[in-house]
């Protein structure tokens, strides 16, 4: 049976997105998720059928697009919304809440609170939630650049379109990975992208790399004569090239360095998933590096809902951003033995600088984009350590000029 959507009229709809959206952001517990996602849901069936009905009545595209928008922006807050669920329903079978499928193990039987059918989801839907949660915590901004994809192909946005475009699991490059076998999420950096950083960009000597993983960026800073400092989340007993093993720290407990006159630059390829925005903010913030460079999807630019995010870009905005024209190699998971795919996601490197403007220092830009080749710098010698003066913005535009072939 076919189910009934109710009729709601098209200049209703933006606002009902909004009231979703809203929803969403103030939800503090499971079922306040789940009612977030319903409204999306329901907000998305009324568009769909407005959209249809338009389109077999000949509307003028642009009405249809519009209602496609709609759509659009309803399939973005579920999935948010979804994502929100599989964090909520791991954390409650980790207390022993939600009965895990078959026997409930170790968890007395009184202790259970529901079962997934009990508090309105189904096992598959928990399956789809967990899946769209690994992939947005690799790459935020997966669903919505999908989306817009579909939108501008004037496709209608639809959830089987969603995932075909987005190709969630696969395009993270973990299409059979389990949350165990992902493990630490260890993705280490190309060293195509170290060259071309190396080529552009000078760092104080010494120099910061507080996710350093197993050292693919470490080893390339000491080839070019820096002096790194290595630290870590997790114990990879990585050692610089003097013997001195990293420490083991959270990035986002370590105390504040600004008052350092000798505070080391920091350059890193920085954890993706909920703790990014916190990473770069607690960097700026509470260690003020004269100079930062960060591997990042080229999607950190954009963004309204999270304050760090916020105050990355608006008040302490990079003042370059190195695009890659075309992508890096696939940065495959740690230990992954299987076939390599090719990269399906957008980077570049994002460059913060310290200036000084009527006595006050801050990263006040400007903002400057370059697009760089990283295949022209396969053979390049990096510029080494800053002596005295950094390299100008003229020189940078020299080199970015001739690192794109015509």
Known sequence: MQ???AMVPDTLLPSLVKEAAAALARATSAAEVLAARDMATATYDAAKRSARLKKAKGAHDELVAATYRVQADSLEIESLAKRRLADEYDAA????????????????????????????LKRKEIHEARQ??????QDPGIVRRALDQMLAAGSEPTRAGLKRTANLRAAVGTDSATAAERGNN????????MRTLLSFTRFSRKVWEPACGKGAISRMLEDAGYQVELSDLVDYSTADRHGEVQRVENFLATAPRCEDPERPDIVTNPPYGTDLN???????????PRRMALLLNLNFLCGFDDPDRCFVLDECPPSWTYVFSRRLPMMHRDGWDGPEASSRMNTAWFIWELRELDGVEGYDGPHQILRVDWKVFENSTPCGPIETVPITAPVLKSRAKKAVPA
């Open 186 to 193: 260890l993705y280490e950096t190309p060293p195509a992208a």
């Open 278 to 288: 916190a990473f770069v903010a607690h960097a700026l913030r509470a260690h003020r």
């Open 93 to 120: 079978q980790d207390r022993g809440e939600v009965a895990k499928r078959g026997k409930p193990g170790n968890v007395p039987q009184e202790n259970i609170k529901a079962t997934a059918e009990e508090i309105g």
């Open 132 to 137: 769209i949660r690994d992939a947005i915590e």
């Open 3 to 5: 189910k009934a959507v």
